[in-house]
């Protein structure tokens, strides 16, 4: 039985979910003075981590997280490694380091620190179980610490629940496309033979992770995060293949120890078609602003994060928070992000029709034509769309493009 009350306090904004997305959506709201409060079900922010939190420099830096404690940074890189699923190795060396692995968990407690200290407040042990409503339009959040039940009316929510929303529906939204989600499996390991300190390793192909890929990512300490995910059949099962039947990976892994595992799904399918409603947004996982072909979820969540807090403080200064206010989000991330979503999304199906046979024969061929002399100069991974574009003048870049289309074509008649 719950004890029923209303809250007594203001609210302009409730965020839910205090992952790293709400968080920094509390941010953005904070520093242009609106009333914020961020509800998280979990005592604590940033536990349980299921991530393996490895992200792109310059779009830290381009948004503003570009000072993150040291300690905080497990590792930067300067090269990727590509396994086709027979071992072949397609190597990139960058000019300088382009990527980092965070601790997911400081990293999620760092950002909701930033938000607090601009005013943001937080209301932890707190879970939203629904919806406020009223003639269709959302008014607020239904929440329970312990055993109360409260009503909390604000102006606007943020859905910013992660993957598991159920809050979209009751908004009336669609959720996200079913046929992209894949299951993921991130253990953290010791013990790991033959680390490359430097180097991300990516080891594609059916054999180890069908409908996407596995990864291990080496930590300046000597451990490593190994993780994997896959579109059917057991996550855990496919780990325990990579680790003894691969025959790069399984060098490396044979003699490692888990310490810990955690299981997470992963949606690749695009954004959902429509992230507002009258007194509604949806941000990161919950709106499935994740990139389809890597499953990284942070960085896009955290730049439609902060168009959600501008678009939203407008709204409110305004005194206009209907749907039709509120598209300019979807207008804005659209254009921000729209054209890398359709590339991204190309790729992974183009990934996912080809055979294990033909991607070792592409990375083959990439090495054949230099590919990786091409790419030694890429400082961003997040905005695939406009890379394509930037290099698709370089012959190796081209002739890459040919092969791979003919790949495809062959594959989809
Ligand atoms: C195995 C794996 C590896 C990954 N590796 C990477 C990577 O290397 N790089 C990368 O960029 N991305 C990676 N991702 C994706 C990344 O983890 C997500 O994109 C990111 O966490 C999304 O952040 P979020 O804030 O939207 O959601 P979440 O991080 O899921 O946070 C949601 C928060 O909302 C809270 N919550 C949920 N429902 C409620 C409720 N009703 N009331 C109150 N609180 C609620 C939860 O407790 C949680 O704290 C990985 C994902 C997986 C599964």
């Known amino acids: 039985m719950f004890n029923v009350q209303l809250a007594k306090e203001h609210i302009d904004v409730a965020v839910v979910g205090g992952g790293p997305v709400g968080s920094f959506a509390a941010l953005h709201l904070a520093k242009l003075r609106t009333n914020v409060m961020v509800f ?38 300067s090269q990727a490694n590509f396994y086709s699923p027979a071992g072949f190795k397609f190597s990139v060396k960058l000019a300088k380091p382009v990527t980092c692995a965070v601790n997911r968990e400081a990293f999620d407690k760092y950002v909701a620190s930033m938000a607090e200290a601009a005013g943001a407040r937080y209301s932890l042990n707190s879970r939203v179980e629904s919806l406020l409503m009223d003639g269709g339009a959302v008014r607020g959040v239904n929440v329970t610490r312990g055993s109360v039940l409260e009503m909390v009316p604000a102006k606007i929510v943020i859905d910013a629940e992660g993957i598991s929303s159920r809050l979209l529906r009751q908004a009336g939204l669609a959720g996200f496309n079913g046929d992209g989600l894949v299951y993921g499996v991130e253990a953290e390991v010791e013990n790991v033979r033959d ?43 496919f780990l325990r293949r990579l680790i003894h039947r691969h025959p790069v990976a399984s060098e490396k892994l044979r003699n ?94 183009f990934l996912d029709s080809i055979s294990d046979e033909k991607l070792d024969s592409l990375l083959r061929f990439y090495t054949w034509i230099g590919l990786d002399k091409t790419l030694a100069n890429v400082e961003d991974i997040d905005f695939q769309g406009k890379l394509l574009l930037r290099i698709l003048n370089k012959p190796a870049m081209f002739a890459a493009l040919v092969y791979l289309l003919r790949i495809y074509l062959s594959a989809n008649p």
């Open 40 to 77: 998280e079900e979990h005592e604590t922010v940033g536990v349980p981590s299921h991530c393996a939190g490895h992200l792109s420099i310059l779009s830290l830096r381009n948004l503003g997280l570009h000072q993150l404690p040291s300690s905080m940074v497990e590792n930067i890189f």
């Open 195 to 237: 680390l490359e300190l430097d180097a991300v390793e990516v080891f594609l192909g059916k054999a180890y992770a069908p409908g996407f890929y596995a990864w291990l990512i080496p930590r300046r300490d000597g451990t490593a995060k190994v993780g994997l995910a896959a579109k059917r059949g057991n996550p855990k099962m």
């Open 256 to 349: 490692a120890r888990i310490q810990r595992i955690t299981f997470h799904p992963i949606t690749l399918g695009g954004p959902i078609p429509k992230a507002y409603a009258d007194g509604f947004m949806v941000v990161g996982d919950a709106a499935s602003q994740v990139k389809p072909t890597t499953g990284g979820g942070v960085i896009f969540g955290l730049a439609c994060a902060r168009i959600a807090a501008e678009v939203a403080h407008d709204a409110i200064r305004r005194g206009d928070v209907s749907s039709a206010s509120l598209q300019l989000y979807q207008k804005r991330f659209t254009e921000a992000l729209g054209f890398d979503f359709h590339v991204m999304l190309w790729a992974r199906r």
